[in-house]
């Protein structure tokens, strides 16, 4: 019962500061039906790409400040806030216990200093999503 207040508060507490993030959503493919816009919808569109679109860009409008958590409540709550897929495969990082991390920047810089001072760091990042894994040696 308390693991599970503590990331629900952990949730609460990143979604709080992440809560003006924007994902992108996908593009209708060849062959759907085009259906009219309405005035702000075609603003909106007619409008520049906003900076900090995808896992390389997205930038917190807020700042982050991760602390006492685990790695794998980091990761989920990043994640399930900005839309970006964060993969690792051993088991070992979940319990981590991640550096703080505090400030602007973008969710892979975000990933990567929660993992300072560790055997761990992001291995490949995409538009997409974030791979995380042990540091060549």
Not at 1 to 8: A, D, G, N, R
Not at 13 to 21: F, H, P, R, T, Y
Not at 58 to 87: S, W
Not at 110 to 130: F, M, N, P
Request: net charge neutral.
């Amino acid at each position: 019962m308390k693991k599970i207040l503590i990331f629900t508060a952990s949730i609460a507490l990143l979604a709080g500061g992440l809560a003006a993030c924007q994902k992108t959503e996908p593009q209708a493919g060849a062959g759907a039906a085009e259906v009219p816009k309405t005035t702000a919808e075609a603003q909106t569109q007619a409008a520049p790409a906003q900076p900090g679109r995808g896992c390389l860009a997205v930038t917190a409008e807020h700042p982050y400040n991760l602390k006492d958590m685990r790695f794998d409540e980091a990761a989920q709550a990043l994640a399930h806030a900005t839309g970006c897929f964060i993969r690792y495969d051993d088991q070992n990082l979940s319990a981590l216990k991640i550096a703080p991390v505090e400030g602007r920047m973008s969710i892979r810089d975000a990933v990567q200093k929660s993992l300072e001072g560790s055997a761990y760091g992001v291995t490949s990042a995409t538009d997409s999503e974030i791979v995380v894994g042990k540091k060549a040696q």
